[in-house]
């Protein structure tokens, strides 16, 4: 722009556009600053959605863990439960048994006892 006395009409129109220069660099600023904290917006929501993701397979795989672990002890029960059974029968076995062998077998077994 041209620039020809402090008076002239183009210096007065040179001086009144430097305020909406700043203002355009207000208005830039603002934009640019407005876009970093959508950025990090989007940053965290992706976060959050990656920290849900590694929720659910963490829950899946306790879900997977306690239902293993119920099967597991649902096993143990059973076991304990044959395992009683089983000695029930022996000591039972061991009242029964006749004569003098039948005698020291009881025997050993109160001492184990």
Same mark, same amino acid.
Do not use: C, F, Y
């Given at each position: 722009?041209? @620039?020809? *006395?402090?008076?002239?009409?183009?210096?007065? =129109?040179? /001086?009144?556009?430097? #305020?909406?220069?700043?203002? &355009?660099? *207000?208005?830039?600023?603002?934009?640019?600053?407005?876009?970093?904290? =959508?950025? +990090?917006?989007?940053?965290?929501?992706?976060? /959050?959605?990656?920290?849900?993701?590694? /929720?659910?397979?963490?829950? +899946?795989?306790?879900?997977?863990?306690?239902?293993? &672990? @119920? %099967?597991?002890?649902?096993?143990?029960?059973?076991? =304990? *439960?044959?395992?009683?059974?089983?000695?029930?029968?022996?000591?039972? &076995?061991?009242?029964?048994? #006749?004569?003098? /062998? %039948?005698?020291?077998? =009881?025997?050993?077994?109160?001492?184990? @006892?």
């Amino acid at each position: 722009m041209k @620039r020809t *006395s402090r008076t002239g009409n183009i210096w007065v =129109r040179a /001086t009144a556009m430097k #305020p909406a220069r700043a203002q &355009a660099r *207000s208005h830039r600023a603002e934009l640019q600053q407005l876009a970093r904290e =959508r950025d +990090e917006a989007e940053a965290k929501l992706r976060e /959050t959605q990656h920290a849900d993701a590694a /929720t659910a397979k963490k829950m +899946e795989a306790l879900t997977d863990a306690a239902m293993t &672990a @119920r %099967g597991q002890a649902l096993d143990a029960a059973l076991e =304990r *439960s044959k395992a009683q059974g089983e000695l029930r029968a022996l000591l039972d &076995a061991i009242e029964k048994a #006749p004569g003098l /062998t %039948g005698w020291l077998v =009881r025997r050993a077994a109160k001492r184990i @006892r």
